[in-house]
């Protein structure tokens, strides 16, 4: 094909056939690209540095005061910081910390799937954005709002409950009767957190559970499956994933809240019994570092809750790195 000068227009395409970039568009978008690229590691920089100077810092202000611990740190319940011969452990603070957490997760995750999966495979249009609005307005509510409402409301409202489990399920350990009050108990602080975890499992399980392929719901349904056999056969495993990433947010969410579970737990002086129970009290890793912030004068006490909060850090971090495992080997397994 020839052009209006006579030279051919295959002559002046370059060797790959693609038509020649005409002005500096080429070269904009390349430095665009850098410029993309270098924000983008520098942030990624960034982020992992933070961290990794907290870690340093907790653990700087951590080490003198566990070296003049005398008891154990890992296994010991006392928790006497001042003095020539303080002695503290986080056995009590990592129980009850662990207990409640895993008892918010377990009534959170089936709660927050099912709403997702009602929101997002029963509900007709007209329900199911308002409905969803409404659940993601739970995440607003300020924690010491949920700490009153927990002290006031429910915890009334679950005594009765608590007496029934303590009452028939009493030999086992963590169902064993205590002389701690049905207010102020690690089974309120449990049943408070699952409700303040409840938004982040269902937002995040129902925009996975939205991006299901139709293709495979349809698959199925065509199939001859219930509406149920399709949700199981191909929105649950397709959602796995992002159900666990959703769990271990709302995981890491019940580990370190504070002021909820400061209002809610009573907690126990040092010295006094305390037991493996769901119905006793005792305090976690964060509500015990805002409890003692007053007694942040000098050195060796600040490094004794600041040791606390390292083991803080470094379970929340634990658990990040299991999840990612886990999603990992999930992903694998589905390609």
Excluded: C
């Amino acid at each position: 094909m020839q052009s209006i000068t006579g030279v051919s227009i295959a002559d002046e395409l370059p060797a790959d056939g693609e038509p020649p970039v005409v002005g500096d568009g080429a070269g904009a978008g390349r430095l665009g690209d850098r410029l993309f690229g270098g924000a983008a590691v520098g942030s990624g920089l960034i982020v992992v540095a933070l961290v990794t100077l907290i870690g340093v810092f907790l653990l700087s202000q951590a080490l003198p005061a566990l070296a003049k611990n005398e008891a154990n740190f890992f296994t010991s319940t006392e928790w006497a910081v001042s003095g020539d011969h303080p002695r503290f452990g986080i056995a009590r603070l990592l129980w009850v910390t662990v207990l409640s957490s895993l008892m918010a997760l377990s009534i959170a995750v089936p709660l927050g799937v099912a709403v997702a999966l009602f929101l997002t495979q029963y509900a007709p249009r007209w329900l199911a954005r308002p409905a969803a609005a409404t659940v993601d307005l739970l995440a607003a509510v300020p924690s010491i709002v949920f700490g009153l409402w927990g002290l006031r409301v429910l915890g009334p409202m679950t005594s009765g409950l608590q007496d029934f489990l303590r009452n028939n399920l009493g030999f086992i350990p963590i169902f064993s009767t205590t002389s701690v009050g049905s207010v102020t108990t690690v089974f309120l602080a449990g049943l408070v957190l699952s409700i303040m975890i409840l938004p982040i499992v269902t937002a995040l399980s129902r925009e996975v559970f939205a991006q299901t392929p139709g293709t495979h719901k349809e698959g199925a349904l065509a199939l001859g499956a219930t509406k149920w056999e399709m949700i199981r056969t191909a929105v649950l495993p397709f959602g796995k994933p992002g159900v666990i990433s959703a769990s271990m947010l709302g995981l890491g969410r019940a580990l370190g809240e504070t002021v909820a579970v400061m209002m809610l737990i009573s907690s126990l002086p040092g010295g006094a019994d305390w037991s493996w129970s769901l119905f006793g009290g005792g305090e976690t890793f964060a509500s015990k570092i805002a409890l003692g912030a007053g007694e942040f004068d000098s050195p060796q006490k600040t490094g004794a809750y600041i040791a606390a909060g390292l083991v803080l850090f470094i379970l929340t971090f634990v658990v990040n790195a299991i999840a990612r495992v886990v999603i990992e080997r999930r992903k694998a397994f589905t390609e």
